[in-house]
């Protein structure tokens, strides 16, 4: 609870978020898409409007971890999208629960499910690991680096084939993290005999990826610094990686992070986003559920996990939101435990709910019915595409004002939505803060409906190719409407 206090007073005070000070030199945005996750773009919000976070819609259960190999403690999940397939791994292990002590009924093996729409799963018959006598399981590795294996489809152009599939794994006591490569994402070996990264306590879901805008590998782990805290490193060719350094955090870190799920967002890799496990430690005991797993571990009964959300454009400094990102929910579907609500490592875009409207962006969250249960299910949550933080104005109206911006391209665009009786006008101003000619407030067209993508317009059209390259501030005037996001193109 100590740090949840110390920052929390602050950080309400500050109403979600310190506004980023004046700068003289223009950010060069080009035609990439700009998201509010951070507040990088902001120069000041006026009148009624605010960031908001936004929370993902809870769906379908879209797959139990039921099998004996993947138990009731089944956890540390990657999804990605790969061609016409998803892919997922999870971590699978039993935990007896039954008598007054906890005990790990075997091993700790990694698995594999795909799917065709990221929706309905299926568990395919490796036959490559034996469990219990028989290789009729979908185990993809069992040896050093079960605790915590982490795949990725490396984007890296001069990626050997044999090493087209990545992977980190492992745990202190067997190390540190282990490098492993796979041709097909399915058949594993390891790199290298020796741990390629030893500084670290590694006992959570340690990831890494090929950070292209870096033109470098990016891996994230755990360790301990006033609790569980991450730390990064970087390497060339995913063997050799420079000295580790703990993250640092904006406005502070508001609980532990017990994992850290950070990833570059498709749609804007110069954005890191990370979804975190936060670990909340003694906050007592809400059902009859929480007792009997604290009579065989206290903080399994009496500690509790739910889903954050934080952002960075450096990779070290990350602006960390105070609210949730996925709450734990109704207490009677045995969220409220240590080790239910982690979300999985990867976002992926899926068919929307709605017929005809755009794709959604879905993320899963663990679900702890598992501990007296078969095993533990994974709930599918979904959010609008770039829905991650919006700004947003009640009818009556509020601003947003740009940093001064160098953009390329002749076309404006946003992700938006609003009321049948809410609106958006954008002004376009020059470094002194006056309306260029034909852009201003008076003279834009006023916007209105929900889309991902929609140009904006003046009275003269929507063509901006005249202002590419000079210094430009964009006036956002919001009535019941959430801006989530912009591009120029």
Request: net charge neutral.
């Amino acid at each position: 609870m100590t740090l949840l206090i110390r920052f929390l007073l602050p950080a309400v005070l500050s109403a979600v978020l310190a506004l980023p000070s004046a700068q003289a030199d223009p950010i060069r945005i080009g035609s990439r898409l700009e998201l509010f996750v951070d507040g990088h773009v902001i120069e000041n919000l006026t009148s009624g409007a605010r960031l908001r976070l936004h929370r993902p819609t809870p769906r379908e259960i879209a797959i139990v971890l039921d099998a004996p190999w993947e138990g009731n403690n089944s956890n540390y999940v990657t999804v990605f999208r790969d061609g016409s397939v998803y892919r997922m791994y999870y971590r699978g292990r039993q935990m007896d629960l039954s008598g007054d002590k906890l005990k790990f009924v075997h091993g700790q093996v990694y698995c594999y499910a795909e799917s065709t729409d990221g929706i309905h799963w299926n568990k395919p018959n490796l036959g490559l690991f034996e469990f219990q006598g028989s290789k009729k399981n979908n185990i993809i590795w069992n040896r050093e680096g079960s605790h915590n294996f982490a795949p990725f489809k490396d984007a890296n152009p001069d990626a050997a084939p044999e090493a087209r599939y990545k992977a980190l794994g492992g745990i202190k006591s067997e190390g540190g993290l282990y490098a492993f490569q796979s041709s097909d994402g399915i058949r594993w070996s390891k790199m290298r005999e020796e741990p390629v990264v030893t500084d670290g306590y590694f006992d959570s879901q340690n990831l890494a990826f090929w950070d292209a805008e870096r033109r470098e590998y990016r891996e994230y782990h755990r360790e301990f610094r006033e609790g569980r805290d991450i730390m990064t490193s970087t390497s060339s060719d995913f063997l050799d990686w420079t000295e580790p350094a703990f993250l640092k955090y904006s406005p502070g870190r508001l609980t532990e992070l017990y994992t850290n799920q950070v990833t570059p967002y498709h749609r804007a890799p110069h954005v890191l986003l990370g979804f975190p496990t936060r670990y909340i430690a003694g906050r007592g005991l809400l059902t009859p559920f929480n007792e009997r797993l604290a009579r065989v571990s206290k903080r399994y009964g009496a500690d509790y996990t739910d889903g954050g959300f934080m952002a960075s454009r450096d990779r070290e400094t990350f602006k960390v939101w105070g609210e949730a990102f996925i709450r734990p929910g109704p207490i009677e579907e045995g969220r409220w435990s240590y080790g239910a609500n982690y979300q999985n490592w990867g976002l992926i875009e899926t068919k929307p709910a709605l017929e005809g409207a755009p794709n959604e962006l879905s993320i899963y969250a663990t679900e702890g019915d598992g501990w007296e249960g078969p095993g533990i299910s994974l709930r599918r949550y979904t959010l609008r595409i770039d829905g991650f933080v919006s700004v947003e104005a009640p009818l009556s109206g509020g601003a947003l004002l740009t940093k001064p911006l160098l953009f390329d391209g002749k076309e404006l665009v946003i992700n938006f939505s609003t009321s049948a009786a809410g609106s958006i006008r954008v002004e376009m101003q020059d470094g002194k803060g006056r309306p260029f000619d034909g852009f201003s407030l008076a003279d834009s067209i006023e916007i209105y409906g929900d889309s991902i993508e929609r140009p904006v317009a003046w009275k003269q059209g929507a063509d901006v190719g005249s202002l590419a390259g000079k210094d430009v501030r964009l006036l956002f005037e919001l009535k019941d409407a959430d801006l989530f996001s912009f591009r120029f193109r």
